[in-house]
């Protein structure tokens, strides 16, 4: 089964600092994909970043990049240029593989770490 | 384009009814998912939809029921509420699946069942 861990339940930031959130995997599938979302306190999902387990280059998006260190099993996610607005719960999840039924959409997700970015 | 669509946003019930979500996927999208989000539990999956059929299923009892209609509409009941069903229910629409498919989640219905 595949496992998510998300070690910081909470964490501040200063406007304009970058700040990383860690996540942690465990799975023995040799395929899978790594996904980050963030979750507003309206709570939407919104979809940050992907990393697909045969990636060679970490994954950016606009201010977003995310670590991956696959022998680790790690995928943290780094925020450059913090701003207010990036205040949420942020949310690592992991896709299994897809199956022969066609499906293979479930994520599994971590707990989520709340992000507070201040002034 | 519009994003995925769920209704209502916000549901009040009481214990022993039931319950029906509604979720309108992306134009194009033929997957849906459903999630519950609760405090406790955090995100769990329920099911997931592709084509009309469902496709993969969440460890929760059969008072949870999914369909999706051929214009990849798709909804959820729940019957017999119980307290703890109290949950975020989300929705999410991807094109198909496959290695690098990205799921886009809406809103989500807050139910709560007194």
């Known amino acids: 089964a595949q496992k998510i861990t998300q070690t910081q339940p909470g964490m501040f930031v200063q406007e304009k600092e970058a700040v990383t959130l860690d996540c942690t995997y465990d799975?023995?599938?040799?395929?899978?994909?790594l996904f980050w979302y963030k979750q507003p306190s309206s709570g939407e999902m919104i979809f940050l970043i992907y990393?697909?387990?045969?990636?060679?280059q970490n994954a950016t998006e606009g201010r977003y990049s995310l670590n991956f260190q696959k022998a680790r099993k790690s995928a943290n996610l780094v925020i450059s240029a913090s701003q207010l607005g990036d205040s949420a719960m942020y949310f690592c999840?992991?896709?299994?593989?897809?199956?022969?039924?066609?499906?293979?959409?479930?994520?599994?997700f971590g707990t989520g770490t709340q992000l507070k970015v201040e002034l | 384009k519009a994003g995925v669509t769920q209704t209502p946003r916000y549901l009040i019930k009481t214990r022993g009814q039931q319950v029906t979500l509604s979720c309108s996927p992306i134009?194009?999208?033929?997957?849906v998912s459903w999630y519950q989000q609760t405090p406790g539990q955090g995100l769990q999956f329920l099911f997931e939809?592709?084509?009309?059929?469902?496709?993969n299923k969440g460890n929760f009892p059969g008072r949870f029921s999914g369909r999706q209609f051929s214009n990849s509409r798709s909804e959820m009941n729940v019957s017999t509420l119980e307290l703890g069903d109290s949950a975020l229910y989300l929705c999410?629409?991807?094109?198909?699946?496959?290695?690098?498919?990205?799921?886009?989640f809406g809103a989500g219905t807050r139910l709560s069942v007194l």
């Open positions: 990393q697909g387990s045969y990636d060679e």
């Open positions: 939809y592709f084509s009309e059929t469902q496709r």
């Open positions: 799975t023995s599938d040799q395929s899978y994909g």
């Open positions: 999410a629409s991807s094109s198909r699946g496959g290695e690098r498919n990205i799921q886009y």
């Open positions: 134009s194009g999208h033929r997957s």
């Open positions: 999840a992991m896709r299994e593989p897809s199956d022969l039924t066609g499906g293979g959409n479930k994520l599994t």
